[in-house]
């Protein structure tokens, strides 16, 4: 499934029209702030015009983000490990973790992913593994994964939810990639051998995919609809409505869950200013940015907590000795978290990414689709995404 195509027209006109609202917006600023302040109330008129302020800068940096569409280069898929992991030993292979993280979903559902997974495709032999973190402990979810010959991993708790999920998988494996998934992900065979290129930059921490939701209703023409409730005057007064405005369908996608706009438009854009957002599913991941990042948190926690503690001791000889038993102590009591545990664990986590100034990490939007999901099943799950 292609991404929207580009349109120089389309994004001309845009930036054209985006110029002159700020243009405008910066003029309509500069005489509010000069010439527009009441004086007789001057702390509700500051109150007022400081928040028209803030609007115009979200407009400045929304304009900012969204002002043109950068993909970053496909190249084509390495075949020697050393060509997208430094010093790393060509004798061998690449290998790469597809994680399928499973709480309470239907384990038959799983099975269809897990088949999905293992029929990965690459241009040359890699190291590919499949592995179920289910953290519901099921016996029937074992099962599944016992018959489809992957790697079964659970937990005796649930710290951390999907977060803590994954971060357990990453304990007990060892690729060099992780394709992170949901239960209900089925990935395309192609997903590797077009996002592995990326990684020849060594600085690309991830690769995000769109997300695609095959099961949404396709909806009906408008002219079909008014045909049929009344009759051919209405099909054509539909046809004419549709020449004015574009193309109507009634009835697609009544939750609103296609992710299109989203992924075609914002998450494209913001590829060429290194700030798109990792969404979990259909994403891959570099084991190395992953683990230096929490390592690098770990550090500063256990630091954070050790001066906390030790702040008030006011003798010298006594701070030391407590200092390096305290720092001993919280390494072994803090905990080594890659993917924080978060409401939103994918998105915080290419934030800590990328607010690593020293090490520059860097993400990339790939456009097309390598996958395809289910949409929520009920409202509470999708009220959650």
Known sequence: M??????FMIEFIWQSLAICTLSLGGWYLSWRWMHSLNTDVMWFSFLVVLAETCAFIGVFLYVHNLWSVDDTPQTAAPLKRSEIIKGADDTQPISVDIFLPTYNEDPELTRYSIRDAKQVKYPCLIDLKVHVLDDGNRAEMKKVALEEE???????????YKAGNLRNGMAKTYGDFIVILDSDTRTFPTILSHTLGYFRDADVAWVQTPQWFYDTPKGRPLQVEWSKNFGR??????????????????????????????????????????????????????????????????????????LEFTKLEKDQVEQVGLTAALRREL????????YKFHVSEDIY????????????????????VESKMLSPLDIQSWVMQ
């Open 2 to 7: 292609a991404p929207l195509k580009h349109s």
């Open 150 to 160: 992957v790697n079964y991993i659970t937990r005796e708790t649930n710290i951390g």
């Open 233 to 306: 005057i209405g099909e054509l007064v539909a046809y004419a409505c549709q020449k004015m405005v574009g193309p109507v369908v009634i009835g697609r996608d009544p939750f609103v869950n296609d992710a299109k706009l989203f992924y075609d438009v914002i998450q494209r854009r913001r590829n060429g200013l290194n700030v798109s957002f990792c969404c979990g599913a259909g994403s891959i991941h570099r084991r190395e940015a992953v683990m230096e990042v929490a390592l690098k948190n770990y550090a500063t926690s256990v630091e954070d907590q050790t």
């Open 331 to 338: 390494s072994v009591s803090t905990d080594l978290t890659p």
């Open 349 to 368: 986590t290419s934030i800590k990414l990328h607010e690593d100034k020293n090490r520059n990490w860097k993400s990339v939007f790939h456009p097309h």
